[in-house]
């Protein structure tokens, strides 16, 4: 294989890398824990948070805080397994590049 065709491999690469770690990034992922939501764009910025009882008590702010950081460590979490089973056959024997 002569240069000129290794770079044009590799442009080919960077290219779909890019296209889709942008896929990813624009797909929104919904993290749940019991009464909270949580959609999250692929590059972890919050679209919103959704809670689905109209009335709490003021002793369930606590718990409530809980199951909003466990939703959106759920969504977060969906975000890393695509991004690795995506990304994955670009960055074999690469970790951490994403």
């Given at each position: 294989?002569?240069?000129?065709?290794m770079l044009k491999q590799a442009q080919k690469l960077q290219k779909d890398m890019m296209n889709t770690k942008k896929e990813i990034d624009e797909k929104v992922f919904t993290g749940k824990s019991?009464?909270?939501s949580v959609e999250v764009m692929g590059n972890k910025k919050i679209k919103s948070v959704k809670i689905t009882e109209e009335k709490l008590e003021k002793e369930d702010i606590e718990l409530l805080e809980d199951m909003i950081v466990v939703a959106i460590n759920d969504a977060f979490n969906q975000i890393d397994s695509e991004t690795e089973a995506k990304m994955g056959k670009y960055t074999q024997g690469m970790p951490g590049l994403f």
């Open positions: 294989m002569n240069m000129q065709a019991s009464i909270v």
